[in-house]
């Protein structure tokens, strides 16, 4: 009889957001009538802008024909797409790249999840607590994170506690880890960290041999001044740091399936004898092995948001849903909500009244007012009384929730 990778019997339960999805359908199934306001789960609302829209049916287009028609692509991406990024991502901040450095794939989701792959088994790694579910699970598939113990955490993984006694910033590990996870603008609480304090983790790496996976994903949202957009922006950082970044809330591509993942040349890791090998490399080799590339029409319409039209309409959309975080900020600390986030990030991270737990505060808030948030400990054990809400909805159900969430009775 075939036998199962048991690693997967190491997850607790559904995925969090599969398991919001089965109560938000149990939910309907008692209450068809219900009108659910859904600001749980990360997914865009606006439609994709006419800029991206032209680029996506030209892309088309061209498919349509035999003399533009194309087969298969590049597996790491067209030249056209990651000239762009790199014109326009990186060379503004100081940044040099090469086009062998990024490679262009369908969610920073999947790569982060990946990447893993590249690594050893007996790397310890690191993650910040709460923490995108993705980063642990993926490992403990793996089979690098040890039993599941009773306080939630994994035997073999160092979890770098984000509380309100260090403002919800992680604190250097106190023993010597591998492979480090960074997402900042953070997910689930809405965090960033400066230059300051980004160049602690880049000199920790430095001086341990260690690898930060640094996810970008919403550096777009960023408002403040002084806060850095790319790991690469701090010095020494292209020989320690991989950076994944995604046009899915920048652009509304949550349905449309584009990303990047920068793998710089000059970072290393050593095989089992101390030989050093570039990541840039095995990653191409597990890219090119595993995935076929992302479709031609998909990359035209992401090197769309680049044009000058394009990156007007895109601001635009990034300033919708920012209103969005500032309405959900102020109308929850108007009503004595205690919260994080929400100025550099779409997400707004609050601690749940009273002494309800996160997943009670999910059920009050769902059977109470049909709003549908997401709970903080669904992201680790310190996200535990605290609860997740995202700027994506739409202006009318952004205003329309706080209104609810006033009434609530708490």
Not at 234 to 241: N, T
Request: proline share 5%.
């Amino acid at each position: 009889m075939a036998q199962i990778n048991e690693n997967y019997l190491q997850l607790p339960g559904n995925y969090l957001f599969s398991e919001i999805a089965r109560k938000i359908n149990k939910y309907k199934d008692v209450h068809p009538e219900a009108d659910i306001i859904r600001l749980g789960i990360g997914d865009v609302t606006r439609p994709l802008v006419p800029s991206v829209i032209e680029g996506f049916q030209k892309g088309v287009s061209e498919m349509s024909e035999a003399k533009t028609f194309r087969g298969y692509g590049p597996e790491q991406g067209y030249s056209f797409l990651i000239n762009q990024i790199i014109a326009n991502d990186y060379h503004p901040l100081g940044i040099e790249l090469t086009e062998a450095e990024v490679f262009i794939s369908d969610g920073a989701k999947c790569d982060t999840g990946n990447i893993q792959e590249i690594f050893g088994l007996d790397n310890i790694i690191a993650v910040t607590d709460p923490v995108y579910p993705v980063y642990v699970d993926s490992n403990v598939m793996a089979g690098r994170s040890g039993q599941l113990g009773a306080d939630g955490r994994y035997q073999k993984i160092v979890y770098l506690p984000c509380t309100e006694a260090n403002g919800l910033k992680p604190e250097l590990p106190q023993t010597k880890v591998d492979l480090i996870y960074l997402c900042f603008p953070n997910n689930p609480t809405g965090m960033t960290l400066t230059k300051d304090e980004l160049k602690l983790w880049v000199d920790y790496a430095r001086a341990n041999q260690s690898i930060i996976l640094f996810d970008a994903a919403y550096e777009a949202f960023i408002q403040e001044q002084g806060i850095p957009h790319s790991i690469y922006e701090i010095e020494g950082a292209k020989d320690v740091a991989i950076e994944f970044r995604s046009f899915s809330k920048t652009a509304g591509f949550t349905g449309t399936r584009c990303a990047f993942t920068v793998v710089p040349k000059s970072v290393m890791a050593c095989d089992s004898t101390g030989k050093a090998h570039e990541l840039n490399k095995l990653w191409l080799r597990r890219q090119t092995t595993k995935f076929n590339g992302v479709s031609y029409p998909v990359q035209a319409a992401a090197a769309a948001t680049y044009t000058s039209e394009g990156k007007k309409q895109i601001h635009e959309v990034i300033a919708y849903y920012m209103t969005n975080a500032a309405i959900i900020r102020e109308g929850l600390q108007k009503l004595g909500f205690k919260i994080y986030g929400g100025i550099n990030a779409p997400y707004i991270w609050l601690k749940t009244p009273g002494k309800l737990t996160s997943w009670e505060f999910f059920d009050k808030l769902l059977n109470e007012v049909q709003i549908v948030g997401t709970p903080g400990s669904g992201f680790g054990p310190s996200g535990e009384g605290y609860f997740r809400l995202t700027a994506f909805g739409s202006r009318e159900n952004t205003e329309k929730a706080m209104e609810r969430i006033s009434k609530l009775n708490i």
